[in-house]
């Protein structure tokens, strides 16, 4: 404002609406008025501060440029600290919708994070991944790819899944840039199936992870891997749903589904947003069929777990999760009128186990869980997740529906048994390619 900026959206009509163009939507942050439109397009001439000119080729860049100059403003102190908030999330959406077309920018961020894991030894005895690596030739004398990681540190870290190396001792690591380096296995988590590596290298690109508290389903993602070792390969799809889990891959499971291509090899690598941040970790695919073929049902462990593993994982601790001792099962609305239970909403417990924390604090089968802390309780899965960030020692308070009262338990989460589930599988689950689901 004071250095008497113009700023023209300019080629694309939508630029210059007078609701949602770049334009409008900048006045409004600045708490200015429209004064006139102008031209074929009905370009907006804001206020009587705008002396310059500044043009921009294209919607995208346009949106870029109006929401630097905001943040500009605002580091100057020219805009007011809350101006972020009043902007429109439309405007925000329709930039978001705009950059769809070309993914180059997220791919550029994102793809020097992502690396091709292999051995040249042999690995006869190490069974496909959850994704299937087939080996070919002779293992002795030829690299056989194994799947996919993600650089998550300056320092050389770098996560992937375990099963890509579970049984492997003779590590190494191709870099997006061609560099190769021998690896070794710093940390694993079986139960989330994540796994860290370590490598020694200078000018490395680490991932930056996203919130995956705020995916949505039919968002645009991008998957970075090495199917088939045919080299970095990068596939679009939308995320198709959130929350899956009951196939029995890992304990813990909270998948992304995603519709973008992951075939043999992506195992451990990049689900990112068009934003290049890290917002899964490619683990799955459905095959029905058992051919291994992607049928365009892909998953991937959200940022979430890796939120709640990875600091221990660097720190090189053991990972402690808190324990309960129930068994949840999700709660349908069929179920919750066979019940009579008067609520459709929450986690049904199936069974207390003896001499539990749960079995201590009177919680019984049948009882409804409500609320964890504070937080609303709506999927088993979801249970699982704040059981497991619980803290051993330290009392929660868990808001229960029993015989239609509803009831606060306070009770002493302790650290989880080695081996000691707390979840069964709810319904028969599918056939996850490469993964014996037979079992719980």
Do not use: C
């Not at 000119?53 to 995208?60: I, N, P, Q, S, T």
């Not at 994102?110 to 293992?139: E, L, M, Q, Y």
């Not at 099963?163 to 940390?187: C, M, P, Q, W």
């Amino acid at each position: 404002m004071q250095s008497g900026m113009h700023l023209v959206g300019y080629h694309l009509p939508l630029d210059a609406h007078e609701m949602v163009g770049n334009n409008a939507e900048l006045a409004r942050v600045l708490g200015l008025t429209i004064e006139s439109r102008h031209g074929e397009y009905g370009l907006l001439h804001v206020g009587e501060i705008i002396s310059g000119a500044m043009l921009a080729a294209d919607f995208a860049q346009t949106a870029t440029v109006i929401m630097g100059v905001a943040l500009g403003l605002k580091a100057a102190g020219i805009l007011p600290d809350d101006a972020s908030q009043k902007v429109d999330p439309l405007f925000l959406e329709l930039s978001a919708i705009s950059r769809q077309s070309d993914f180059s920018g997220a791919v550029e961020r994102a793809a020097p994070s992502v690396v091709n894991i292999f051995t040249r030894k042999s690995a006869a005895a190490h069974s496909s991944d959850a994704i299937g690596v087939n080996w070919d030739g002779d293992p002795e004398t030829h690299m056989k790819a194994l799947g996919s990681g993600v650089i998550v540190s300056e320092h050389g870290d770098i996560l992937t899944n375990y099963h890509v190396v579970d049984g492997i001792s003779n590590l190494s690591v191709a870099l997006a840039d061609g560099r190769t380096f021998e690896a070794k296995l710093r940390g694993k988590d079986v139960e989330t199936d994540l796994a860290l590596l370590q490598v020694k290298a200078e000018g490395l690109t680490a991932a930056v992870l996203g919130d995956a508290s705020k995916l949505k389903v039919g968002q645009t993602v991008l998957a970075i891997g090495n199917p088939f070792d045919v080299g970095q390969t990068v596939t679009a799809g939308i995320i198709s749903a959130l929350g899956r889990h009951g196939f029995g891959l890992n304990s813990y499971e909270d998948f992304i589904q995603t519709d973008a291509a992951i075939n043999q090899g992506n195992s451990g690598g990049a689900l990112i947003n068009l934003q290049g941040e890290l917002i899964g970790i490619n683990s799955a695919i459905f095959s029905p069929d058992r051919t291994e073929a992607f049928v365009g049902i892909g998953f991937a462990i959200p940022s979430s777990i890796i939120n709640n593993v990875l600091p221990a994982l660097l720190a090189g601790r053991n990972i402690e999760r808190g324990y309960l001792g129930l068994v949840p099962r999700q709660l349908s609305q069929e179920l919750a009128q066979d019940l009579s239970l008067g609520v459709s909403s929450g986690v049904l417990i199936k069974r207390v186990l003896p001499n539990s924390p749960a079995a201590h604090a009177d919680l019984r089968s049948f009882d409804v869980i409500l609320e964890v802390s504070g937080t609303p309780v709506r999927r088993a899965n979801q249970l699982l997740q704040i059981i497991a960030r619980l803290k051993p020692g330290t009392p929660v308070e868990v808001k229960i529906l029993r015989s239609g009262r509803v009831l606060t338990k306070r009770i002493l989460p302790t650290k989880r048994p080695r081996g000691s589930l707390e979840k069964e599988a709810l319904v028969p689950p599918p056939t996850i390619e490469g993964v014996d689901m037979s079992g719980s």
